[in-house]
């Protein structure tokens, strides 16, 4: 035993070091990937039956393997979408693990639980949702997604239309992948409104009257997008609302992008018609600074989320007993043993309060407008549309697809930033187009300016 308490106390120390290095360091080494045999050579066999111990696995992450990664924190990795955990919540992520909580049922993870909903309650306060709305903390947006969709179909067959057909959804061609990829998995139709730009109301009406009878009565929701993962495109979201009314069909509203911006007084109004909404996803992982993974997902009308959820078993009945009483967060979502995810929010929003996340929100929005102007003012770049929420589009005059990929792979060899093309439609052809998305409150002018330089 003490052997093992000598290496336990090693390896304590080898890991606070490790964290303590890691999340005060403002510009981390920027890794990029290596292929597997690389990786292999470099390490040799780690599983083994006596082990290879502590101090030689840690040695082999740190040394080598974590250099083969990108952090997602690093200010000038501007792909994607980015994310910047406070330390506070990387901290309590670790708090979290040691604290060996089951987050399925009250029972089990009462003060844990209660963590969770209180930064919760603070979720769907930024919505305006009205009473009983409320939500659980989901592994990302695609399981949040996949979780309002399951709600709504269920809700549709039950209640709504009495039908056991093939659902249909309607969304536009702006809204994200795992729309599309979670409709597969309810075995669900999507049909798309033809535009990456905003999503309006008329423009969804058209698509509601072009459907002939069999495929209207099929359909039984709606997603819009609060924040288009491309662009940062917000849909008309009080108009979509007050059609899916009329029409009786599951309001979805996707923000697990732009959510965070619901915290922002600058672009709050945005957002307006997103407290009528019958579910909302929000990833905090993306831009409210939660380590991963964290996503959200907000229901109206939660009894509906546990109509479709709730699992039953025997070995779960002891749950539903007296003493047992609280909120089951595997009742709302489509998992069941999970990590208390939302732990690590709660912590830092206690810690720094709403203010400060207001304040860190608004910085990333303040960049995307820097980078437009700049971009505005240089002569070899153009802005392709306005800067939203905190997504920039531009182009380098004169630059085919491949040299936007040529720039990408060159800036990321050089370990000096990530920053990779997308694709915007504007009439009927795509074009490849740069893009910014700001996470980061560090992230600089100068961070920014040093980066369109590489394009001159
Ligand atoms: C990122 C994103 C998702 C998917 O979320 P994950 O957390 O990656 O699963 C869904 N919708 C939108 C709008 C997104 O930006």
């Known amino acids: 035993m003490h052997q093992i308490d000598i290496e336990l106390v090693e390896m304590t120390l080898d890991v ?16 990029s990937p290596k292929k597997e045999e690389e990786l292999k050579k470099l390490v040799g066999e780690t599983i083994t039956p006596e082990g290879i111990g502590s101090e030689k696995a840690f ?6 393997l974590v250099k083969a990664t990108v952090p997602i924190d690093h200010p000038r990795h501007l792909a994607f979408v980015p994310a910047a955990p406070t330390r506070a919540a990387i901290m309590f992520d670790l708090v979290t693990s040691a604290s060996s909580i089951h987050g399925a049922y009250w029972m089990e993870g009462a003060g844990g639980i209660f963590c969770e909903n209180e930064a919760m309650k603070w979720l769907v306060s930024l919505t305006g949702m009205p009473e009983p ?16 969709m399951v709600t709504a179909r269920e809700h549709w067959r039950k209640n709504v239309a009495n039908l056991n057909e093939k659902g249909l959804i309607l969304t536009s061609i702006g ?5 599309k990829t979670m409709a597969k998995v309810i075995d669900a139709d999507v049909l798309l409104v033809d535009t990456e730009d905003l999503m309006t109301e008329a423009m969804l009406r058209e698509k509601i009257n072009e459907l002939d009878v069999q495929q209207r009565k099929r359909l039984f929701a709606v997603v819009a997008t609060g924040g288009t993962t491309n662009a940062g495109i917000i849909d008309d979201l009080d108009g979509i609302a007050d059609l899916c009314h009329k029409e009786k069909l599951w309001f979805h509203v996707d923000a697990a992008y732009g959510g965070g911006a619901l915290v922002a007084d600058s672009a709050r109004h945005l957002f307006k018609g997103i407290e009528k909404a019958d579910s909302v996803t929000i990833d905090p992982h993306k ?4 380590p991963y993974d964290c996503g959200a997902i907000i229901y109206k009308n939660p009894e509906l989320a546990k109509e ?21 967060p595997a009742d709302y979502q489509i998992q069941l043993t999970r990590r208390l995810r939302g732990m690590p929010l709660w912590f830092s929003l206690a810690m720094h309060g709403t203010d400060k996340y207001k304040w860190a929100v608004e910085r990333g929005i303040e960049l995307a407008h820097m980078a437009g102007n700049l971009i ?3 002569p070899h770049v153009e802005l392709v549309r306005a800067p939203s929420l905190s997504c920039v589009l531009f182009k380098r005059k004169g630059w085919s697809p491949n040299e936007y990929k040529e720039w990408t792979f060159k800036n990321h060899r050089k370990g000096f930033a990530l920053v990779t093309p997308t694709q915007w439609k504007s009439g009927s052809s795509y074009e490849t187009v740069a893009r910014f998305c700001f996470i980061n409150p560090d992230t600089t002018e100068d961070d920014i300016k040093a980066i369109l330089d590489t394009m001159a």
């Open 16 to 31: 606070m070091k490790y964290v303590i290095n890691r999340i005060t360091n403002l510009s981390p080494e920027l890794g």
């Open 59 to 64: 040695k082999l992450f740190r040394d080598v």
């Open 133 to 148: 709305a409320f939500g659980v903390f989901t592994s990302g947006g695609t399981a949040a997604n996949l979780s309002a």
């Open 175 to 179: 809204a994200h992948s795992s729309i």
């Open 287 to 290: 831009w409210m600074f939660s």
């Open 308 to 328: 479709a959820h709730s699992q039953e078993g025997s070995y779960l009945d002891i749950f539903k007993d007296e003493g047992a009483q609280g909120f089951n």
């Open 376 to 378: 505005a003012r240089l």
